[in-house]
């Protein structure tokens, strides 16, 4: 694989976390289905996650046959209350413990992004570490790796890898997996457990470095 062959699959590799991040929007089945997001996201995950894509082309069948209704009421039940969450989605109820919020893992969380020149929107209505913002996170790392290889900057290039991995390794891969045995748990609807599978297979058995072309590897090897 040279540079440009894997710009193109770092540049799916990006949208899948853009595309992964906008499934756990509340559902409205017009704006979702419009937007083709189950069957890009299927097609993106062919190519980089191939396990993954099998779970996100079920994903588009079950939400097209599922209620409005019903799948708002499972992502109530599930992320937002008023009840106690089913499966909150914030990094710091699985990291910090007694499902405490805005933990001291959500402090580095947030240095990480503001080290990364991100602040919090304010009209964010979420967490910090909610599973939307660390998954919209990684596109935004994984878009300046590309424009710095566009640019053939290669040790700009290598250190936002490098941020990939230690964001996901530090953060998102240490609670993704009981976040979603939860989702697993609580879902009554099966939108919302095929979300789980398809989330968790691609975030852990997908590596930054995993398909490195070998001028990055060797540019890598001096660093």
């Not at 708002?72 to 009840?83: H, I, K, S």
């Not at 570490?129 to 919209?136: K, N, V």
């Amino acid at each position: 694989m040279d540079i440009k062959e894997f710009v193109c699959r770092e540049k799916k590799r990006g949208d899948c976390y853009r595309l992964l991040s906008a499934c756990f929007y509340q559902p409205e089945k017009d704006v979702f289905l419009q937007e083709g997001i189950f069957e890009n996201l299927a097609a993106l995950l062919k190519e980089v996650s191939p396990e993954a894509s099998a779970f996100a082309a079920e994903m588009g069948k079950v939400f097209l046959i599922s209620g409005e209704v019903d799948l708002n009421v499972d992502y109530a039940r599930l992320f937002v209350g008023p009840n106690e969450l089913l499966a909150p989605p914030y990094g710091s109820v699985y990291l910090d413990g007694e499902r405490r919020v805005m933990g001291d893992s959500t402090m580095e969380v947030i240095k990480m992004y503001e080290e990364q020149g991100l602040s919090i929107d304010k009209e964010f209505r979420n967490l910090p570490d909610h599973i939307t913002a660390e998954l919209e996170f990684m596109y935004y790392l994984i878009f300046r790796e590309i424009e710095a290889l566009e640019k053939s900057d290669i040790a700009t290039a290598l250190n936002s890898i490098k941020i990939q991995e230690l964001f996901l390794n530090r953060f998102l891969k240490q609670w993704v997996q009981p976040f979603c045995n939860k989702m697993r748990e609580g879902a009554t609807n099966g939108f919302y457990r095929l979300l789980a599978d398809c989330a968790l297979t691609f975030i852990n058995n997908f590596h930054p470095g995993d398909v490195l072309p070998e001028e990055l590897l060797n540019a890598n090897a001096q660093v």
